[in-house]
Every structure is written in C-alpha cells, then in structure tokens.
C-alpha cells in the first residue's frame, strides 16, 4: 500500500517540477512562458513557508 502524502511533500513536489518547467522554457527563450512559471515558482515558495511555519515551533509560546 502507498503511503500517503503530505502536503508539504505535495508542495516540494511542486516547486520542483515547476523549476524543471522553467529551466525547459528558459532555455528555448518562451519569455511569457517563463514569466507565468516565475510568477507560479513565487507563490509555491510562499505556500510552502507557510506551511512549514505551521508545522514549526517558532512563535509558539511554551505556555499555550
């Protein structure tokens, strides 16, 4: 049986595939391509550190 994902691993997973993605676009030169993948790349990035954050025991207090 395979074990289930994450959603941080589903996250990682994606920021890696959508950097590959825009490695591929800019090298053959697709600029609007590679603008959109930037664009996307940012807001993964965004979603991971927040979901790490969740995860983490930075700004948690020990008496909560």
């Known amino acids: ?29 697709h600029s609007t391509k590679v603008a959109a993948l930037t664009a996307k790349l940012q807001t993964l990035e965004e979603d991971l550190r927040r979901e790490s954050y969740q995860f983490s025991d930075e700004g948690q207090t020990a008496f909560q």
């Open 1 to 29: 049986m395979r074990a289930a994902i994450t959603p941080m691993e589903r996250l990682e997973f994606g920021l890696r595939w959508e950097a590959y993605r825009l490695a591929y676009f800019s090298s053959i030169g």
